[in-house]
């Protein structure tokens, strides 16, 4: 039997097909559109997932999705994402009545933690955190292969932890979330605010490399917040690994600078946590929602 799985994201939308063994069969990315609307991105959606199925011959599958938020266990509508169009959403239930089909939804963090956790770098280890580093900032937990919900469905959820009350207001209404500061938005807006300059992380990451002042007190306090953020994540849970996704863990000093404040922060004489990059990419998002798939 076939894993079908998609990742519904806020730019793109990714579908896979895996054989039972993880090995990938066909793989397709289109755009979101989210600006079009909810039930635009449904019918992506539901377009995405009809082509996988044409072209694997309707083989026998399974289907899940990995998407922004969490499904509410009390009202089983969609909280928590930054891809505000779905919150408020009775995101499976509608899916499952334009595809008619059941279909698992899951959190898009744990999806890459599993997926992590079985087949890249977390592999054979028993507690592994996977950390999405990208426009915003999530993060999933994996026990023993299989992923921690938690009875509210948000265990993992570091992003939204603050680490400063009187912090920048973050989307979910708190201040001074870990989001507002090391997620690659994050950066980007605290950089605009204190410089009065627009710049992509990507472009303060590759001023930061040439020793540029403002890239190097900006990424200064990244690499802090980073420390302190992260230690207090290992101090709760003492992680056999922390595997960092999403574009911001393809900035190379953070393995560096970033993970030397970590050991200045954590609760402990040392800092024995592995804190690595990702082995599957982008697509770890995409396969874990086709591992959980139903």
Same mark, same amino acid.
């Given at each position: 039997?076939?894993?079908?799985?998609?990742?519904? /994201?806020?730019? *793109?939308?990714?579908?896979?097909?895996?054989?039972?063994? @993880?090995?990938?069969?066909?793989? *397709?990315?289109?755009?979101?559109?989210?600006?079009? /609307?909810?039930?635009?991105?449904?019918?992506?959606?539901?377009?995405?997932?009809?082509?996988?199925?044409?072209?694997?011959? !309707?083989?026998?599958?399974?289907?899940?999705?990995?998407?922004?938020?969490?499904?509410?266990?009390?009202?089983?509508?969609?909280? &928590?994402?930054?891809?505000?169009?779905? $919150?408020?959403?009775?995101?499976?239930?509608?899916?499952?009545?334009?595809?008619?089909?059941?279909?698992?939804?899951? &959190?898009?963090? +744990?999806? =890459?933690?599993?997926?992590?956790?079985?087949?890249?770098? /977390?592999?054979?280890?028993?507690?592994? =955190? !996977?950390?999405?580093? !990208?426009? !915003?900032?999530?993060?999933?937990?994996?026990?023993?292969?299989?992923?921690?919900?938690?009875?509210?469905?948000?265990? @993992?959820?570091?992003?939204?932890?603050?680490?400063?009350?009187?912090?920048?207001?973050?989307?979910?209404? $708190?201040?001074?979330?870990?989001?507002?500061?090391?997620?690659?938005?994050?950066?980007?807006?605290?950089?605009?605010?204190?410089?009065?300059?627009?710049?992509?992380?990507?472009?303060?990451?590759?001023?930061? @490399?040439?020793?540029?002042?403002?890239?190097?007190?900006?990424? /200064?306090?990244? =690499?802090? &917040?980073?420390?302190?953020?992260?230690? &207090?994540?290992? +101090?709760?849970?003492?992680?056999?690994?922390?595997?960092?996704?999403?574009?911001?863990?393809? =900035?190379?000093?953070?393995?560096?600078?970033?993970?030397?404040?970590?050991?200045?922060?954590?609760?402990?004489?040392?800092?024995?946590?592995?804190?690595?990059?990702?082995?599957?990419?982008?697509?770890?998002?995409?396969?874990?929602?086709?591992?959980?798939?139903?």
């Amino acid at each position: 039997m076939l894993r079908i799985g998609v990742d519904l /994201g806020g730019t *793109k939308i990714e579908g896979i097909a895996l054989q039972e063994n @993880g090995h990938e069969v066909l793989r *397709k990315r289109i755009e979101t559109q989210q600006d079009q /609307g909810y039930g635009h991105i449904l019918k992506r959606i539901a377009g995405l997932y009809g082509e996988l199925v044409e072209r694997t011959d !309707g083989a026998p599958h399974t289907f899940g999705i990995a998407t922004p938020g969490a499904i509410s266990p009390r009202t089983g509508l969609i909280k &928590n994402s930054n891809t505000l169009c779905l $919150n408020g959403r009775t995101l499976r239930k509608d899916l499952e009545q334009v595809l008619g089909r059941k279909v698992e939804l899951q &959190n898009d963090a +744990n999806c =890459f933690a599993l997926a992590e956790a079985l087949f890249g770098a /977390g592999k054979g280890k028993v507690l592994v =955190f !996977g950390v999405i580093l !990208g426009t !915003g900032c999530g993060g999933g937990i994996v026990y023993r292969g299989e992923p921690v919900l938690g009875p509210q469905g948000i265990a @993992g959820e570091w992003g939204h932890t603050s680490i400063n009350p009187e912090g920048p207001l973050c989307y979910c209404k $708190n201040r001074g979330c870990v989001e507002t500061y090391i997620s690659g938005g994050g950066v980007e807006a605290r950089y605009a605010e204190r410089y009065g300059e627009k710049r992509s992380f990507r472009q303060i990451a590759e001023d930061y @490399g040439r020793g540029e002042p403002r890239a190097a007190e900006a990424m /200064g306090s990244f =690499f802090q &917040n980073f420390g302190r953020s992260m230690a &207090n994540l290992i +101090n709760v849970l003492d992680p056999d690994i922390v595997i960092l996704g999403g574009g911001v863990s393809n =900035f190379d000093a953070i393995y560096a600078e970033g993970i030397s404040d970590v050991a200045r922060y954590v609760f402990s004489d040392s800092l024995e946590t592995p804190i690595v990059k990702h082995e599957l990419g982008d697509s770890a998002g995409v396969i874990g929602a086709a591992l959980v798939g139903v």
